[in-house]
């Protein structure tokens, strides 16, 4: 088992239980469905409250499904140095102008030094063009810099290790 730890980000108990019919979302529920029934119990997970709250004040049919599926994650608390973080991202354009959006997802996943943010936030978060400006400004700020990755990018990540143990 590993002792990495995964931020869980609103957009991954929101994908577990995606209705939208389109080929994309589909894509994802399954991605994201086959992670966290196959994959999840090699990390430790963590959220905060706002993932609570996002998933809470969203008006969705599986809205309590959503809920449900992060009830047993441990919550991080939100500390004084996270609105620091979350402050310095939106003045250095990391992140948009919303302290309670993905400046803060961010800055709860590198102040608790996660080892992976876990989102489908690819416009924001999980974004290559994107990473370099985030390292620079975690660096600056003295901040561990978590992979900001997909549910499909940790598919079977320890599967080469799995097929040695059965050999």
Known sequence: MSNANVYIET??????????????????????REW???HRSRYELVTCDAVVDE???GNHPVKEDALALIENVEL???TPEIGEIVEAYIQHRVMPDDPVGDAL????????????????NCRHLANANKFDHIR????????????LV????????NDDEDSKEER
């Open 136 to 147: 620079r400004i975690n660096t600056l700020l003295g901040l561990f810099v978590p992979a």
């Open 55 to 57: 998933l809470e004040r």
């Open 105 to 120: 997802h961010l800055a709860m996943a590198s102040y608790y030094k996660c080892d992976f943010l876990l989102t489908w």
């Open 36 to 38: 966290w029934d196959a």
């Open 76 to 78: 991080l608390p939100i």
């Open 150 to 157: 997909t549910p499909l990018e940790l598919l079977g990540e």
């Open 11 to 32: 957009t991954i108990p929101s994908f577990y239980h995606e209705v939208r019919t389109e080929p994309e979302m589909v894509a994802r529920r399954r991605w994201t």
